[in-house]
């Protein structure tokens, strides 16, 4: 007896955009596209008049915009008139918005030594010799 034919096909397995199921995780703030030359960040803008998004402007931080090619990881995302081609989100809050802030790196470096040498001091201050007439003894290690 012979055995019956086996009938092979093959399907040219096409390229698929990526897909996240709605059961599934999806990180609404994601950004992807980012300049490596730029620290992002999501900031919300806490008062009427803008003081959290001030802050940030003052520290160097600039809006990231809409013509950056950034991907954002929801399909809500809001691009108004009356804030140009900045890039926000519903806080979901009453009204209140975050709005995709960019630093440059360098900046961004600076404020971390800074941070590191904060901790470093402090850390400095707990290891010194207990003043005179101090009793009791700390031992701490690194």
Known sequence: ???PAVKTTTRKKTQRKARVPISGRNDQLAVEGKDPDFYYRW?????????????HTR??????TKDEGLQIGSASVYINDHVGSHIRVPAGRDGENLYLMKLPMEYREEDL???TQVINETEESLLKVKPEGGYGEVKISR
């Open 59 to 64: 520290a160097g931080y600039v809006f990231a």
């Open 113 to 115: 030594a800074a941070k």
């Open 43 to 55: 900031v919300l803008d806490t008062s009427e008049k803008g003081s959290n998004i001030l802050k």
């Open 1 to 3: 007896m012979s055995e």
